[in-house]
């Protein structure tokens, strides 16, 4: 099984990156994790349509190549990142290709507050609803950093790597049910 994971924050000591290093760290044997970067791409504009960049070209066959999607968002302003919400664009487009289309998804995120990136999250469950996504909705991943623990390099404290673990099996799971 071969998961994509999309880190919605650029930041270098960022603590959505150490979450997702904490996903990676609990995935069971047999399932792949692979990271689909969007650093290097543009700011998305329809003048790219008939050609787009390498790095968008890229990111797209990556979540093509994708049993199934993890985003992991921080939340900016109570809304998923702009840096997210440009990699979800240039996933949409040309008009006809959405590249997420119909797949297993499922969101977590995490902030240091016990918001948890709910609101960023509930935004994005809209967005990838619009493409069809099959999206997982158990267990919920509002991940307080400081209640579990979270360091940008990947720590968790126990309470925090039982609920990574939990959620990583479940979404395995509901990849395997939904695909
Ligand atoms: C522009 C901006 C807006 C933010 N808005 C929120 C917010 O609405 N809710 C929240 O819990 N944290 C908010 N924060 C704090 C971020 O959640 C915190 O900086 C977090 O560490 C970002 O994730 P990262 O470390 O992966 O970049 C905001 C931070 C920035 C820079």
């Known amino acids: 099984m071969k998961i994509v994971y999309i880190v919605g924050s650029l930041a270098k000591e960022s603590l959505n990156r150490g979450l997702a ?19 290097e791409l543009p700011v998305y504009n329809r003048d790219f349509d008939g050609d787009f960049p390498k790095a968008a070209l890229d990111l797209k066959a990556v979540i093509e190549s994708a049993d ?3 985003f992991i968002t921080p939340e900016h302003n109570r809304m998923y990142s702009a840096a997210l919400a440009n990699a979800l664009e240039w996933s949409s487009r040309p008009w006809g290709s959405m590249s ?7 969101t977590i995120g995490t902030s240091p507050s016990g918001v948890g990136t709910a609101s960023a999250q509930q935004h994005l469950r809209t967005t990838l609803a619009f493409f069809n996504t099959k999206i997982m909705g158990q267990p919920e991943g509002y991940i307080d950093a400081n209640k579990a ?26 990849v395997k049910a939904n695909s």
């Open 100 to 106: 997420l289309f119909g797949k297993p998804v499922a």
């Open 149 to 174: 623990g979270l360091t940008p390099a990947g720590e968790l404290n126990e309470g925090g790597r039982k609920i990574i673990e939990d959620f990583v099996g479940a979404f395995v799971d509901y």
């Open 21 to 39: 290093k904490a996903l990676v760290a609990a995935s069971p044997e047999g399932v792949e994790f692979v990271e689909a970067p969007i650093n």
């Open 68 to 70: 199934g999607v993890v």
